[in-house]
């Protein structure tokens, strides 16, 4: 999984720019060679940075009947909101380690160890959330019903932290009224402790959902960073 940040997008700009300052009449053997293919693949044209996904979500277009807590018993401040086809809000983020059992994920590793997550795979097995960076969503309520958004098993997401960008899908529904939840792999991603005891962050988290997709196989990183990428860039451009 490749994580977007505004420094690597900066200096992959200076070496193209400073490739094509170079002069036409540059004498045979001055001029550089072209960046090996690797590099391409690191910075692709398709690709979207933090900054340019938060300046899209900066304001809210409330849809959620009231807000959410990001705690049991915490105030309830955070609302989800909607804009371009996509649904966000902005949170904590609390370790969802659910799911398949592994040597990070288990009941010896999480107090709250569920073996199963509310989505599966393709293979009918529960997703697991060391592999996979996936978001979790609440639970339908009055509140807000990710149903009526658009929303499903497996819609593409976005995840933002510390000018990073990870993109994943959602894997798992929580409580009903409390937001702000990934897996594992997704922490992980983003340089957060994904310690399901002890990690997660206290704030600064932007969750992008995009509304009516779909990634397939719903287990696939690789996938998930395709459709992800697409969606970003339409978000960014406005449609």
Known sequence: MRIRSIALIVAV???MLGTAALPAAAKPGSVPPPPAPDLYRTAPAAGVDAAELLAEVEHCTKISKGDYST????????????????????????????GRRSTRCNSGTDPSFQPATAFTGSDGRYLDAAELPFVV??????????????????SAAAIIHDGKVVYGVVGDTGPSGIIG????AAAEALGIDPDPARGGVASGVTYI??????VSPIESRAAAEKLG?????RFVDGG
Not at 80 to 94: I, L, Q, R, Y
Not at 209 to 214: H, Q, R
Request: hydrophobic content about 35%; proline content about 8%.
């Open 13 to 15: 700009g200076s070496v």
């Open 71 to 98: 705690d049991r018993g915490g105030p309830a401040n955070i609302p989800v909101c909607e804009h371009e086809g996509a649904v966000f809000w902005k949170a904590d983020m609390d370790i969802d380690c659910d």
């Open 137 to 154: 969503v609440p639970g339908p309520s009055p509140v807000w019903n990710y149903w009526a958004s658009g929303i499903r098993g497996g």
């Open 181 to 184: 939840e990934a897996s594992y």
């Open 209 to 214: 959902v995009f509304k009516d997709s779909k």
């Open 229 to 233: 990428e697409e969606l970003a860039r």
